[in-house]
């Protein structure tokens, strides 16, 4: 019961501030009475479909996921329904910023960086650290100190591709998906992979861990959030 109120609350959080940001409601309202005031409305969410089991493109070619699931739930408090734009990670705050959808999606870290381009809802969920992804074969990496003066791929726009250029790194390769990463390491192109745990998880439950395996995780809080 306790589980279930906290995510109602959540969820009504997050559809009064979309609401109210998009200016459908706005006079400082309520939650609850703001989600009403976007009956009807077509919500345009941007997303990277392309880091599963967060999101990505079904067999159907729907976008789908965890984010998606949570993105619907916020919409039908509000009776709204959703249109979701695919695009490249790095596109995500531009395109919330710009006004060219109304809020963005996609394990979006909240800093005060970002905060001084858009605003964020509630958090939703809590990253303590990344993983470490490298060759199943033929590797000598075994913990952080292994990774300095090697070549390393990271996800391209992310709060870790900064962090990575100050961490001795040989090389830092920035890509736009983590299935570029793993592809990456897999095909000799870096030595390590920097990823999400839930992402490299999945990616090596279907397959991956023929090539790579997992060797250890590198400190990294981050907070995920809706922009809007």
């Known amino acids: 019961m ?4 906290k995510k109602g609350s959540l969820i009504l959080a ?3 501030m979309v609401v109210l940001s998009a200016g459908c409601g706005g006079s400082g309202a309520g939650s609850a009475s703001a989600a009403s005031s976007g009956a009807g409305r077509v919500l345009k969410v941007a997303t990277e479909a392309n880091d599963p089991p967060y999101r990505y493109v079904s067999e159907k070619n729907q976008i789908v996921g965890f984010e998606m699931d949570l993105v619907k739930a916020v919409a039908k408090e509000m009776g709204a329904s959703v249109e979701f734009k695919d695009m490249k990670f790095s596109q995500l705050l531009d395109s919330v910023s710009r006004k060219d959808v109304d809020m963005a999606i996609g394990t979006l870290t909240v800093n005060e960086k970002r905060k001084q381009k858009v605003d964020f809802s509630d958090v939703y969920f809590k990253r303590s650290a990344y993983t470490v992804v490298v060759p199943k ?11 300095k003066g090697k070549t390393v791929a990271v996800k391209k726009s992310s709060t870790f591709e900064t962090r990575a250029k100050e961490m001795g790194f040989g090389k830092v ?3 736009d998906h983590y299935e570029d990463i793993y592809k990456a390491v897999a095909e000799g192109k870096a ?3 920097i990823s999400d745990e839930q992402a490299a998880n999945y990616y090596l439950a279907h397959g991956g861990s023929e090539k790579l395996t997992v060797v250890g995780t590198l400190p990294g809080g981050n907070n995920f959030a809706i922009a809007i």
């Open 2 to 5: 306790k589980d279930t109120l």
């Open 14 to 16: 997050l559809a009064g």
């Open 137 to 147: 074969k033929g590797n000598s990496i075994r913990s952080e100190n292994d990774l």
């Open 191 to 193: 030595e390590a992979g």
């Open 173 to 175: 390769v920035p890509l």
